[in-house]
């Protein structure tokens, strides 16, 4: 089912969304899976929510991804590791989170915040 909080044009069209940012909305639960679909993706922002959970790996499949913005939430577990594969990402925030574990190693091009 499609969150309450989502765009009908972006669930319905996701190649079309370029830029998605849902932050300051107070959001709760996981971080969607589905929003691997959106595949031309240049930024995500959800920071300043709820969300809860760990980081889906299916984010780290976003390949277009430049800035992703999750700081803020109350997210727990490790950083993906599939966000290796997110060449492209020059932005990584994640702070005042839960998060635990190492920092993958493949982030090293990536200012980490």
């Given at each position: 089912a499609k969150p309450s909080w989502i765009n009908t044009?972006?669930?319905h069209k996701p190649h079309q969304a370029r830029n998605l940012v849902i932050s300051w909305t107070n959001v709760s639960g996981p971080v969607p899976?589905?929003?691997n679909r959106l595949s031309n993706l240049y930024s995500l922002d959800l920071s300043f929510n709820q969300l809860s959970g760990s980081i889906p790996?299916?984010?780290g499949y976003l390949l277009?991804?430049?800035w992703l913005h999750l700081d803020r939430n109350k997210?727990?577990?490790p950083i993906p590791e599939s966000f290796g594969h997110l060449a492209s990402l020059k932005q990584l925030i994640l702070s005042h989170?839960?998060?635990a574990g190492a920092i993958p190693k493949s982030l090293t091009h990536v200012d980490l915040y």
């Open positions: 044009t972006i669930h899976t589905w929003l790996p299916t984010l277009k991804l430049v997210l727990t577990g989170n839960s998060l």
